[in-house]
């Protein structure tokens, strides 16, 4: 095995002050009710002791007992808006810009009849990277980006995207959420990242609406077609209604002449070429999702961006990036390239359902999934406090990096953790309970259907 010292001693310090402070306003703030409990089941998400990732498995390391850890898990109380200002601070304390990406996971629970609440999702899984549709429950995560070569990344805001909820509604408060938490204003707006799988004129819509201080930056499928803003014209003799909608611009092989372009080489991709249109507006009609109900429909202008790459693996289709972005800055190829960030999102999801394994709990309610998952975020936020003061040791095989990887980390974390701030007292020891009567048998539970609507809604 083999070590490698990843940061100076400012760094170590640093780490160990936000991982102490992070610790402290986690059990006397974050963690409402049950906070004993849930600080050690923390605690245990945090460690890689070779257990499987269920509550039960983890609560052999503590003197609560099981049944404590579920009843906490149930009954359980979390301060989200204090968590997510914490987040926030460890943030702003690490140097990292106030760069975001959303993106929605599914959680399958498909033999879960008792279970409330559930709707078909896309789920990976399928032949040839197909995706499988099982029914569950999806969840919405916000995480701060660190621009870095790295796969870390900063949870702030996990929550569950209901049967009745509006996705880009639900989206549109979290970003007003976030902003309001990580200080962004009007003349310094923060930068969100989304997927192609959500509405991008929507989403500017009710930003700009509600002036929420914060640009998106969305990927779009080049099968769209954008408009630009109509020729000035002399008013007709016989009146009528002024032109909406001026020259069109299929991305899939735009005709009109860029607006900007930029061209430099980018490390592994070659030569990188940007073209940007200014002021463009999809074309939007009365069936066009969340405006239905206004009389005129608006027009959202806004940038679109076609980035194409000089080299791609051989298992990529060539092709242009389209970005649509809200805001004003022009610095075209460092928008593409903190578009590519984006995709820590996915080592994150990936870490939670194959590294800490959060699938192996399979609760009843939604709402102890909810808890499960802010839990796991907490415990991943103990990992990025750490990953600084950490002496780096990876298997042969392992490449060689100068920051550990949240795996890593999470493999000698366990002395950090003894060595961090406790809490006052000990914990109450657990005693079983006295069980089910004799003779009483435990009432059916209520079968739910399972929800089923006409757009199916895209996780991973």
Known sequence: ????????????????????????????????????????????????????????????GAVTGHAAAYRALRDGEIDT????????????RSGLPRVYAVDTTAWPRPNAPTSPDRQPQYTPGGPRGAALIKTGWRYQHVVRLTLTPDSWVVPV???????DDDLVEVTVGHIAQVCAADG???GDPSLFLLDSGYPAARITHLIRER?????????????QTMWTRPERRAAHPLGGRPRRHGFRLPLREPDLHPDAGVSGPVGIYGT?????????????????????????LPIVEGTVLLARVQHLRPSRRAGDLALWYSGTRH?????????????????????????????DFHPRQPDTLTTWLRLHAYAYLHLFCTRTHLTHHRLPWE?????????????????????????????????????????????????????RKNAIHKGK
Request: net charge positive; proline share 8%; hydrophobic share 35%.
């Open 272 to 296: 990188v070429t940007v073209r940007a249109w200014h002021h463009v507006h999809p074309k939007l009609t009365r069936a066009s999702r969340g405006f239905t109900d206004q009389t005129t």
């Open 211 to 223: 002036r929420i201080p914060a640009d998106v930056l969305v990927r779009l499928a080049t099968s």
């Open 1 to 60: 095995m083999r070590s490698v010292t990843a940061t100076g001693a400012g760094d170590r310090e640093l780490g160990r002050i936000l991982l102490d402070s992070w610790r402290r306003e986690l059990y006397e703030g974050v963690l409402v009710s049950r906070s004993r409990t849930l600080f050690s089941l923390v605690d245990e998400l945090a460690v890689d002791q070779g257990r499987c990732g269920c509550p039960a498995h983890l609560s052999l």
């Open 81 to 92: 808006g204090r968590a997510l200002r914490a987040a926030c601070r460890i943030a702003v």
């Open 399 to 451: 490449p060689a990096t100068t920051t550990p990887t949240p795996g890593q980390t999470r493999r000698q974390v366990s002395p950090a953790l003894r060595n961090a701030w406790q809490p006052p007292g000990h914990p109450k020891p657990g005693h079983p309970g006295p069980g089910r009567p004799t003779g009483k048998r435990r009432k059916r539970r209520t079968r739910y259907p399972v929800i």
């Open 331 to 359: 610095d075209l190829l460092t928008l593409v390239m903190t578009y590519l960030t984006r995709y820590d999102i996915e080592h994150y999801f990936r870490y939670l359902k194959t590294t800490a394994h959060a699938p």
């Open 184 to 186: 962004a204003r009007p």
């Open 157 to 163: 805001l996990v929550d569950r995207i209901t049967s």
